[in-house]
């Protein structure tokens, strides 16, 4: 292994060129700001992934000038700019393909109550960056002169691979408590450790984060599950207490660990399942793209409703009935708690009640009939319910996972041989709304919507049947009638 020092100085030379290569338009920015009396400086985020190589899109700077003068400036510099947040202090701007954004110095802190932090300007950079999250993000480059500015040796934390505040962690997560969060979600983005008093910060102030926003928790939150190692945050968040009051779902998984060994641990479970459903998202040309937050967000939430439906049953079995119906339901509440978007709750939520429709597939005994509604109701999310399904296997048992796989192999080949012959993913009813009001001699009305329907129920059960034999059978279905 690389010593400190020589990890420090391979570090520093990825910067020196990952700095180096900056647009000239940058250097430009710090002339023009440097021309008119004010500081500029590149910080956080942008300054911490040059030390990893990593690509930075967007560029955060801090300046010395008040919101207007910067407004001012990138005026002249920028072909558009915009106001991001007086309240916060900063202004974006673009040029070309280069988008900034530049914030006054300042400090963050929440009154008691508030939901909102107060924001004060502050006066030099180096009280702008001990008023930062974690030293990884305390350091900057000074433009225009490229000089670089790390004075609480974030440069020597990630080089040990560690997460620590600039001052103590109590004091910067009482000041923001969203930090708690940041601080699960830097360990799954960068899989970096957390300094032991910051994990104990974590412990003390997890019912802080109750002041914050549910928007901005979820924001943190999305950002934790399409991180690289996802698991290691959600880990992190109920080691800490933290998942008590933002998923508290997951934390009482927990519960169900069994001293007798009746079933397996939901817990360690759920995260197996996340890590293999992680790996079987595809290329951004596949029909999951990775990072996909849907997929993610049901592995985490497919077995939710377990603590719930948990029973004993004689004989000493364990049943967990309609655990997933259970789940959809919590899991549809939970997400609407964190402010997520309707589409993402409907998404997740049915994918969580749809998770174990698979495991009635038995060796193949479905009708084909039973293959289409398999389809009909997964809808646009049947790629990703294959992909929750395979990962929701974490049996240790070889010969059983093997059969799983061999049985869901074979479910889809099946589903692949069914679109093909009757293009299931556009499956209607022979008959149109049109026809059935013609042959039933109807006018628009709840009954035109119940021969549609038996139509479509009838096209499930036997595939194609053509116009004629249709409408026989909607005359035969009408007569029939009481």
Same mark, same amino acid.
């Given at each position: 292994?690389?010593?400190?020092?020589?990890?420090?100085?391979?570090?520093?030379?990825?910067?020196?060129?990952?700095?180096?290569?900056?647009?000239?338009?940058?250097?430009?920015?710090?002339?023009?700001?440097?021309?008119?009396?004010?500081?500029?400086?590149?910080?956080?985020?942008?300054?911490?992934?040059?030390?990893?190589?990593?690509?930075?899109?967007?560029?955060?700077?801090?300046?010395?000038?008040?919101?207007?003068?910067?407004?001012?400036?990138?005026?002249?510099?920028?072909?558009?700019?915009?106001?991001?947040?007086?309240?916060?202090?900063?202004?974006?701007?673009?040029?070309?393909?280069?988008?900034?954004?530049?914030?006054?110095?300042?400090?963050?802190?929440?009154?008691?109550?508030?939901?909102?932090?107060?924001?004060?300007?502050?006066?030099?950079?180096?009280?702008?960056?001990?008023?930062?999250?974690?030293?990884?993000?305390?350091? *900057?480059?000074?433009?225009?002169?490229?000089?670089?500015?790390?004075?609480?040796?974030?440069?020597?934390?990630?080089?040990?691979?560690?997460?620590?505040?600039?001052?103590?962690?109590?004091?910067?997560?009482?000041?923001?408590?969203?930090?708690?969060?940041?601080?699960?979600?830097?360990?799954?983005?960068?899989?970096?450790?957390?300094?032991?008093?910051?994990?104990?910060?974590?412990?003390?102030?997890?019912?802080?984060?109750?002041?914050?926003? *549910?928007?901005?928790?979820?924001?943190?939150?999305?950002?934790?599950?399409?991180?690289?190692?996802?698991?290691?945050?959600?880990?992190?968040?109920?080691?800490?207490?933290?998942?008590?009051?933002?998923?508290?779902?997951?934390?009482?998984?927990?519960?169900?660990?069994?001293?007798?060994?009746?079933?397996?641990?939901?817990?360690?479970?759920?995260?197996?399942?996340?890590?293999?459903?992680?790996?079987?998202?595809?290329?951004?040309?596949?029909?999951?793209?990775?990072?996909?937050?849907?997929?993610?967000?049901?592995?985490?939430?497919?077995?939710?409703?377990?603590?719930?439906?948990?029973?004993?049953?004689?004989?000493?079995?364990?049943?967990?009935?309609?655990?997933?119906?259970?789940?959809?339901?919590?899991?549809?509440?939970?997400?609407?708690?964190?402010?997520?978007?309707?589409?993402?709750?409907?998404?997740?939520?049915?994918?969580?009640?749809?998770?174990?429709?698979?495991?009635?597939?038995?060796?193949?005994?479905?009708?084909?009939?039973?293959?289409?509604?398999?389809?009909?109701?997964?809808?646009?999310?049947?790629?990703?319910?294959?992909?929750?399904?395979?990962?929701?296997?974490?049996?240790?048992?070889?010969?059983?996972?093997?059969?799983?796989?061999?049985?869901?192999?074979?479910?889809?080949?099946?589903?692949?041989?069914?679109?093909?012959?009757?293009?299931?993913?556009?499956?209607?009813?022979?008959?149109?709304?049109?026809?059935?009001?013609?042959?039933?001699?109807?006018?628009?009305?709840?009954?035109?919507?119940?021969?549609?329907?038996?139509?479509?129920?009838?096209?499930?059960?036997?595939?194609?049947?053509?116009?004629?034999? *249709?409408?026989?059978?909607?005359?035969?279905?009408?007569?029939?009638?009481?």
């Amino acid at each position: 292994m690389p010593s400190p020092t020589d990890r420090r100085l391979a570090l520093q030379k990825r910067a020196l060129s990952s700095i180096a290569a900056l647009p000239a338009a940058v250097r430009e920015l710090g002339e023009a700001f440097r021309d008119a009396g004010h500081e500029l400086a590149l910080v956080g985020g942008p300054v911490r992934d040059a030390f990893l190589e990593a690509v930075s899109h967007d560029l955060d700077f801090a300046t010395s000038a008040h919101p207007e003068q910067t407004a001012t400036l990138l005026d002249a510099w920028a072909d558009s700019s915009w106001d991001v947040g007086k309240e916060f202090g900063t202004v974006g701007a673009r040029r070309g393909d280069l988008v900034v954004e530049v914030t006054t110095y300042r400090t963050e802190a929440y009154e008691i109550g508030s939901r909102k932090p107060a924001v004060e300007y502050g006066d030099t950079l180096e009280g702008d960056l001990s008023r930062r999250d974690f030293t990884v993000n305390a350091m *900057a480059v000074r433009l225009p002169e490229m000089t670089f500015v790390d004075p609480h040796d974030g440069l020597g934390a990630l080089a040990d691979r560690v997460l620590r505040t600039p001052g103590t962690a109590v004091r910067s997560f009482d000041d923001d408590p969203l930090r708690i969060m940041r601080a699960a979600r830097f360990a799954a983005q960068l899989g970096f450790s957390v300094d032991p008093d910051a994990v104990r910060a974590m412990r003390e102030m997890a019912p802080r984060l109750e002041i914050v926003s *549910a928007e901005r928790v979820r924001a943190e939150l999305e950002r934790l599950l399409i991180s690289p190692q996802p698991r290691r945050g959600l880990e992190l968040m109920v080691e800490t207490g933290v998942a008590d009051v933002v998923l508290p779902e997951l934390s009482r998984l927990r519960e169900t660990v069994d001293e007798h060994r009746r079933h397996k641990d939901v817990y360690e479970h759920t995260l197996t399942v996340l890590d293999q459903a992680v790996a079987l998202e595809t290329g951004p040309d596949g029909p999951v793209p990775a990072p996909d937050l849907v997929l993610r967000l049901a592995a985490v939430m497919h077995d939710v409703g377990k603590p719930a439906t948990r029973r004993f049953e004689p004989g000493g079995g364990v049943s967990f009935h309609h655990h997933e119906v259970v789940g959809a339901k919590l899991t549809s509440k939970r997400l609407k708690a964190l402010r997520f978007d309707k589409q993402t709750i409907k998404d997740v939520s049915r994918l969580v009640e749809l998770h174990l429709r698979f495991h009635g597939y038995g060796g193949g005994s479905w009708t084909d009939s039973a293959v289409r509604r398999y389809v009909t109701d997964a809808g646009p999310l049947l790629e990703r319910l294959h992909r929750l399904t395979r990962a929701d296997c974490t049996t240790r048992n070889r010969r059983k996972a093997a059969r799983l796989s061999a049985a869901y192999d074979d479910l889809e080949e099946r589903i692949a041989r069914l679109r093909e012959e009757e293009e299931l993913a556009k499956i209607r009813p022979d008959l149109d709304g049109r026809q059935i009001m013609e042959i039933l001699d109807l006018a628009p009305g709840p009954a035109v919507g119940e021969a549609y329907q038996y139509l479509l129920d009838l096209r499930m059960e036997q595939g194609p049947l053509g116009e004629d034999a *249709a409408r026989e059978a909607l005359l035969a279905w009408w007569n029939a009638r009481p």
